[in-house]
């Protein structure tokens, strides 16, 4: 029960209100007073009888004018539609105290961090935003300030606002904290005057498989080491996308990530974008800086490093030796601080053993080594992956994200993927564009089908030398007759082959239930 009591500015006009409310033991949950002559009063619901008895002794007071019942107190009124407000802000905002905790989340931001009200209420910004530095942020001159923040995989660009309030001496004092999250799409409409800070590495990596967790974690610790990297992997892992993490994550990240395709380029046309050309060369007047020149105190990524010819592998072996190199038609040497990250989809030590690939810039180029695993044998990635590029198509192609099928990722896992995460963030921005109603299907996938033995025939990677085809293979069949056998012992019975033989197997694989 709240109350509404318009009155004259009399002293100890409240003091009587209060003796009636303690007459009639009503407690008092709340008091606001106006300084227009109006006193709210908060109290528990009365009987009829009592409240039409309290209503007429406030009446009978000196200097009360009037008194009403109403819904809200003003300052409930005043949170329920601020909360309200910030409730139906497509944005996700947060509201941070002095301590870096969480305080008030809308419904966007809960959406966004998939969390309940409860869950999120109390949390540090640390722990939900690892970018963010907010006791670093406090200590400093504290300012208007965005950066770029990766959820769940997506980009996003958050703003972070002091609120201060003044004292009664109008001074202004900090009282708490604004963050506002945007999509990294939506960046022209901040103020360019902010600054924006980018300290992202691996944060676009989604995954929970052990084999993911591991190559993460080996990752962030080669990025720091100033020295040749070499990261191996099929066609669509993400080599790229890992170089460039490795690239942020390093003390160079500040500095140019260039890139450059090692396959099906001509050594002339390699040569000049690698090391540029002299003035007057190839008919320029001008010359031309290579890619090694342009990235100075950065990183160049050799896509493909594999598919080099001869003639350039020599030219790079030089340029790792002591970081030097000529132009094409120039005498004099250029010295550069570059770090060389390569790619490849072929094992470069049978290259350099059947003499493909120069044994000398095998062993230059292997000091540290990545291994990305091919999607199919971390199928318990594919659910996280599914939800980043459904999250992502979704609101590019501006509809509601669809539900998905209950058996659309068991579906999923048991396809081999021979074009891994490329091939599935294809696939299902495709899907979408398929999408007819709430649910999204296996059949908008468009799957090789799969007999009724089990064959995946369709579906085999024929990448790589024969052992690599026959493991894959191998590690599919497995996978598939698993889920209808599933113990070692059971399996090992279904093929005639012994138990010990099968556990190993399927721990090689990293094979497990469903």
């Keep these: 029960m709240r109350l509404e009591v318009t009155c004259e500015d009399r002293l100890g006009l409240t003091r009587e209100l209060l003796d009636i409310l303690a007459s009639k033991n009503i407690d008092l949950r709340g008091i606001e007073i106006d300084v227009v002559g109006i006193i709210y009063l908060n109290c528990p619901d009365i009987d009829f009888d009592t409240f039409s008895g309290l209503m007429a002794e406030i009446r009978r007071i000196s200097g009360v004018k009037d008194v009403r019942k109403i819904p809200f107190m003003p300052m409930e009124r005043h949170n329920t539609e601020l909360i309200s407000l910030l409730n139906n802000l497509p944005d996700p905002v947060l509201a941070i105290d002095l301590k870096g905790q969480v305080d008030m989340a809308n419904h966007a931001a809960l959406s966004l961090l998939n969390l309940e009200h409860s869950e999120i209420l109390g949390q540090q910004v640390s722990a ?170 950065g990183t160049v990524f050799l896509d493909e490093i594999g598919e080099m ?73 594919i659910a996280p992956l599914l939800e980043l590029f459904i999250a992502k198509y979704s609101k590019q192609l501006g509809i509601r994200k669809p539900e998905l099928a209950d058996d659309l990722v068991d579906q999923l896992s048991n396809y081999s993927w021979p074009g891994n995460m490329r091939q599935l963030d294809n696939m299902v921005l495709r899907a979408l564009t398929e999408l007819e109603g709430q649910y999204l299907s296996a059949e908008l996938f468009h799957l090789p089908q799969v007999d009724n033995n089990g064959a995946v025939g369709q579906s085999i990677n024929l990448d790589g030398p024969l052992d690599d085809i026959m493991k894959n293979y191998e590690s599919q069949v497995l996978e598939r007759l698993y889920q209808s056998f599933p113990s070692s012992r059971k399996l090992a019975k279904r093929l005639n082959v012994s138990h010990t033989s099968i556990a190993n197997k399927l721990r090689e694989y990293g094979i497990r239930k469903k």
């Excluded at 660009?157 to 904290?177: D, G, H, N, Q, W």
């Excluded at 962030?220 to 070499?230: E, G, H, S, T």
């Excluded at 890139?259 to 540029?276: K, N, R």
């Design 128 to 297: 939900l935003i690892p970018m963010f530095n907010f006791s670093k942020w406090v200590e400093g001159p504290i300012t208007r300030q965005r950066e770029n923040i990766v959820i769940n995989g997506l980009d996003y660009i958050a703003e972070f606002m002091p609120v201060y309030i003044s004292s009664e001496t109008s001074e202004s004092i900090l009282a708490s904290t604004v963050m506002i999250i945007r999509s990294a799409e939506q960046k022209n409409v901040f103020d360019d005057a902010l600054p924006q800070h980018n300290s992202l590495g691996f944060d676009h990596f989604v995954g929970v498989s052990n084999r993911h967790k591991s190559l993460i974690s080996q990752a962030k610790k080669l990025a720091f080491l100033d020295r040749p990297l070499l990261i191996q992997g099929e066609t669509g892992t993400g080599k790229e996308m890992l170089a460039r993490a490795c690239h942020n994550r390093s003390e160079r990240g500040a500095n140019p990530f260039l890139v450059l395709s090692c396959a099906s380029m001509p050594d002339d046309v390699a040569e000049t974008e690698l090391f540029g050309h002299a003035p007057g060369s190839f008919n320029h007047q001008q010359g031309k800086k290579g890619i090694f020149e342009q990235a100075d105190g």
């Design 309 to 381: 010819s001869p003639h350039l592998q020599i030219k790079l072996l030089r340029f790792l030796q002591d970081g030097t190199f000529r132009r094409v038609g120039e005498e004099h040497e250029i010295h550069v601080d570059v770090r060389v990250i390569a790619s490849t989809r072929h094992n470069l030590a049978e290259l350099a053993e059947s003499k493909s690939f120069r044994e000398d810039l095998f062993y230059r180029l292997n000091v540290l080594t990545l291994s990305i695993p091919p999607l199919r044998e971390r199928a318990n990635d």
